[in-house]
Protein backbone atom coordinates (compact mmCIF):
# COMPACT_ATOMS: atom_id res chain seq x y z
CA UNK A 1 0.00 0.00 0.00
CA UNK A 2 1.32 3.14 -0.56
CA UNK A 3 1.17 5.40 2.74
CA UNK A 4 0.16 9.02 2.67
CA UNK A 5 1.63 10.04 6.68
CA UNK A 6 0.17 12.25 8.46
CA UNK A 7 2.02 13.46 11.28
CA UNK A 8 0.68 14.58 14.76
CA UNK A 9 3.90 15.92 16.91
CA UNK A 10 3.60 18.52 19.89
CA UNK A 11 7.33 18.56 20.86
CA UNK A 12 10.96 17.93 19.58
CA UNK A 13 9.78 15.67 16.59
CA UNK A 14 13.06 14.05 16.63
CA UNK A 15 10.70 10.37 15.63
CA UNK A 16 9.42 12.88 12.72
CA UNK A 17 12.90 13.56 11.54
CA UNK A 18 14.17 9.93 11.48
CA UNK A 19 10.99 8.68 9.81
CA UNK A 20 11.89 11.63 7.16
CA UNK A 21 15.65 11.19 6.87
CA UNK A 22 14.82 7.31 6.55
CA UNK A 23 12.74 7.85 3.52
CA UNK A 24 15.06 9.33 1.90
CA UNK A 25 17.65 6.90 2.40
CA UNK A 26 15.37 4.31 0.74
CA UNK A 27 13.08 3.72 -1.52
CA UNK A 28 9.75 2.97 0.08
CA UNK A 29 6.00 3.38 -0.41
CA UNK A 30 5.69 6.17 2.00
CA UNK A 31 5.51 10.32 1.68
CA UNK A 32 5.05 12.20 4.59
CA UNK A 33 1.87 14.99 3.49
CA UNK A 34 1.01 16.74 6.02
CA UNK A 35 2.46 17.77 9.46
CA UNK A 36 -0.32 18.64 12.81
CA UNK A 37 0.73 20.30 15.66
CA UNK A 38 -1.34 21.44 18.78
CA UNK A 39 2.47 23.50 19.64
CA UNK A 40 3.14 26.11 17.50
CA UNK A 41 6.77 26.92 18.67
CA UNK A 42 7.44 22.87 18.41
CA UNK A 43 10.34 22.06 16.88
CA UNK A 44 8.67 18.84 14.81
CA UNK A 45 6.98 22.02 13.01
CA UNK A 46 10.03 23.53 12.28
CA UNK A 47 11.91 20.74 11.19
CA UNK A 48 8.58 19.67 8.77
CA UNK A 49 9.11 23.39 7.25
CA UNK A 50 12.49 23.03 6.48
CA UNK A 51 12.08 19.72 4.71
CA UNK A 52 9.02 21.42 2.62
CA UNK A 53 6.29 19.58 4.44
CA UNK A 54 3.06 20.96 4.87
CA UNK A 55 2.29 21.95 8.04
CA UNK A 56 -0.67 23.10 10.45
CA UNK A 57 -1.19 24.61 13.88
CA UNK A 58 -3.95 22.85 15.33
CA UNK A 59 -5.12 23.46 18.98
CA UNK A 60 -8.18 23.45 21.29
CA UNK A 61 -7.21 27.40 22.51
CA UNK A 62 -7.57 28.68 18.93
CA UNK A 63 -9.90 25.90 17.49
CA UNK A 64 -13.42 24.99 18.82
CA UNK A 65 -13.51 21.81 16.91
CA UNK A 66 -9.88 20.19 16.95
CA UNK A 67 -11.21 17.00 15.47
CA UNK A 68 -13.26 18.05 12.54
CA UNK A 69 -9.79 20.76 11.62
CA UNK A 70 -7.40 17.52 11.89
CA UNK A 71 -9.91 15.22 9.56
CA UNK A 72 -10.15 18.50 7.23
CA UNK A 73 -6.45 18.71 6.91
CA UNK A 74 -5.72 14.82 6.70
CA UNK A 75 -8.85 14.89 4.34
CA UNK A 76 -7.36 17.67 1.98
CA UNK A 77 -3.81 15.73 1.66
CA UNK A 78 -6.13 12.77 0.86
CA UNK A 79 -3.84 10.65 4.47
CA UNK A 80 -4.61 7.30 4.89
CA UNK A 81 -2.56 6.79 7.71
CA UNK A 82 -1.72 8.63 10.93
CA UNK A 83 1.41 8.52 13.06
CA UNK A 84 1.26 10.02 16.37
CA UNK A 85 4.90 11.26 17.33
CA UNK A 86 5.24 12.35 20.75
CA UNK A 87 1.65 14.09 20.74
CA UNK A 88 0.48 14.91 23.93
CA UNK A 89 -3.17 15.27 23.40
CA UNK A 90 -5.96 13.06 22.91
CA UNK A 91 -7.10 12.06 20.03
CA UNK A 92 -10.47 13.16 19.76
CA UNK A 93 -13.57 10.81 18.70
CA UNK A 94 -14.52 11.97 15.65
CA UNK A 95 -10.65 11.12 14.27
CA UNK A 96 -11.00 7.71 15.54
CA UNK A 97 -13.53 6.95 14.41
CA UNK A 98 -13.11 8.20 10.69
CA UNK A 99 -9.64 7.10 10.75
CA UNK A 100 -10.04 3.44 13.22
CA UNK A 101 -7.09 1.15 12.76
CA UNK A 102 -4.97 3.84 10.79
CA UNK A 103 -3.24 5.59 13.63
CA UNK A 104 -0.11 4.07 15.23
CA UNK A 105 1.80 5.97 18.36
CA UNK A 106 5.23 4.99 19.82
CA UNK A 107 5.07 4.58 23.22
CA UNK A 108 8.97 4.41 25.03
CA UNK A 109 8.23 1.30 27.28
CA UNK A 110 7.03 -1.95 26.50
CA UNK A 111 3.33 -1.91 26.77
CA UNK A 112 0.82 -3.16 27.71
CA UNK A 113 3.53 -2.13 31.20
CA UNK A 114 4.14 1.75 31.50
CA UNK A 115 1.30 2.83 29.45
CA UNK A 116 -2.05 4.76 30.39
CA UNK A 117 -2.82 8.24 31.39
CA UNK A 118 0.20 10.31 32.67
CA UNK A 119 3.11 7.89 31.07
CA UNK A 120 4.53 9.78 28.91
CA UNK A 121 8.32 10.89 28.43
CA UNK A 122 10.35 10.76 31.29
CA UNK A 123 7.51 9.66 33.42
CA UNK A 124 7.76 6.62 32.02
CA UNK A 125 11.64 6.06 32.17
CA UNK A 126 11.22 7.33 36.08
CA UNK A 127 8.70 4.36 36.82
CA UNK A 128 10.79 1.62 34.76
CA UNK A 129 13.87 2.36 36.54
CA UNK A 130 12.37 2.80 39.83
CA UNK A 131 10.44 -0.66 39.51
CA UNK A 132 14.14 -2.10 38.73
CA UNK A 133 12.92 -4.00 35.63
CA UNK A 134 15.64 -5.18 33.49
CA UNK A 135 14.22 -4.31 30.33
CA UNK A 136 12.43 -1.31 29.16
CA UNK A 137 11.62 -1.05 24.95
CA UNK A 138 9.63 0.37 22.29
CA UNK A 139 5.92 -0.14 21.21
CA UNK A 140 4.34 1.01 18.41
CA UNK A 141 0.66 0.26 18.04
CA UNK A 142 -2.67 1.33 16.85
CA UNK A 143 -4.51 4.26 18.91
CA UNK A 144 -8.20 3.53 20.29
CA UNK A 145 -9.79 5.48 22.94
CA UNK A 146 -7.71 3.91 25.85
CA UNK A 147 -4.78 5.72 26.32
CA UNK A 148 -1.80 3.02 25.14
CA UNK A 149 -4.29 0.24 25.06
CA UNK A 150 -4.58 -0.56 21.26
CA UNK A 151 -2.75 -3.86 19.27
CA UNK A 152 0.41 -4.00 19.28
CA UNK A 153 1.84 -3.83 16.20
CA UNK A 154 5.66 -4.24 16.94
CA UNK A 155 8.20 -4.11 19.84
CA UNK A 156 11.69 -4.32 21.01
CA UNK A 157 12.81 -4.62 24.22
CA UNK A 158 16.11 -2.83 25.46
CA UNK A 159 17.90 -3.49 28.49
CA UNK A 160 18.77 -2.10 31.15
CA UNK A 161 22.00 -1.01 33.09
CA UNK A 162 22.53 -1.32 36.48
CA UNK A 163 23.91 2.20 36.15
CA UNK A 164 20.90 3.49 34.06
CA UNK A 165 19.11 6.62 35.48
CA UNK A 166 16.23 7.53 33.61
CA UNK A 167 17.65 9.77 31.62
CA UNK A 168 20.04 7.80 29.81
CA UNK A 169 17.44 4.96 29.55
CA UNK A 170 15.65 7.59 27.74
CA UNK A 171 18.38 8.10 25.56
CA UNK A 172 19.18 4.53 24.64
CA UNK A 173 15.20 4.30 23.97
CA UNK A 174 14.79 6.95 21.63
CA UNK A 175 17.43 5.72 18.98
CA UNK A 176 15.55 2.19 18.88
CA UNK A 177 12.33 4.26 18.43
CA UNK A 178 14.12 6.29 15.64
CA UNK A 179 14.58 2.64 13.55
CA UNK A 180 11.64 1.19 14.93
CA UNK A 181 8.79 3.43 13.93
CA UNK A 182 10.19 3.19 9.93
CA UNK A 183 10.64 -0.23 10.33
CA UNK A 184 6.93 -0.56 11.38
CA UNK A 185 5.80 1.76 8.48
CA UNK A 186 7.68 0.11 5.91
CA UNK A 187 6.25 -2.95 6.65
CA UNK A 188 2.68 -1.67 6.46
CA UNK A 189 3.98 -0.42 3.25
CA UNK A 190 4.59 -3.94 2.03
CA UNK A 191 1.55 -5.33 3.44
CA UNK A 192 3.50 -7.44 6.03
CA UNK A 193 1.95 -5.79 9.07
CA UNK A 194 -1.95 -5.72 8.47
CA UNK A 195 -3.42 -3.05 10.61
CA UNK A 196 -6.99 -4.55 10.37
C1 LIG B 1 9.21 9.80 22.41
O1 LIG B 1 10.07 9.20 23.34
C2 LIG B 1 7.89 9.07 22.40
O2 LIG B 1 8.00 7.68 22.59
C3 LIG B 1 7.18 9.70 23.56
O3 LIG B 1 7.50 11.08 23.43
C4 LIG B 1 8.81 11.20 22.86
C5 LIG B 1 8.73 12.18 21.70
O4 LIG B 1 10.00 12.48 21.22
N1 LIG B 1 5.78 9.45 23.51
C6 LIG B 1 5.05 9.13 24.59
O5 LIG B 1 5.50 9.08 25.72
C7 LIG B 1 3.59 8.83 24.28
N2 LIG B 1 2.93 8.25 25.42
P1 LIG B 1 10.19 13.25 19.83
O6 LIG B 1 9.26 14.46 19.85
O7 LIG B 1 11.63 13.68 19.85
O8 LIG B 1 9.86 12.31 18.71
Do not use: C, W
Not at 60 to 82: A, C, P, Y
Not at 151 to 173: C, F, G, H, M, W
Amino acid sequence: MKIRLGVLASHGGSNLQAIIDQIKKENVNIEIVAVISNNSGSFALKRAKSEGINVYHISSKTTFDVGEQIIKVFRQHQVNLIALAGYMKKIPDSVLKKYSNRILNIHPALLPKYGGEGMYGMNVHEAVINAKEEYSGVTIHLVNSKYDEGRILNQQKVPIAKDDSASTLAEKILLVEHKLYFATLKLISEEKIMLQ
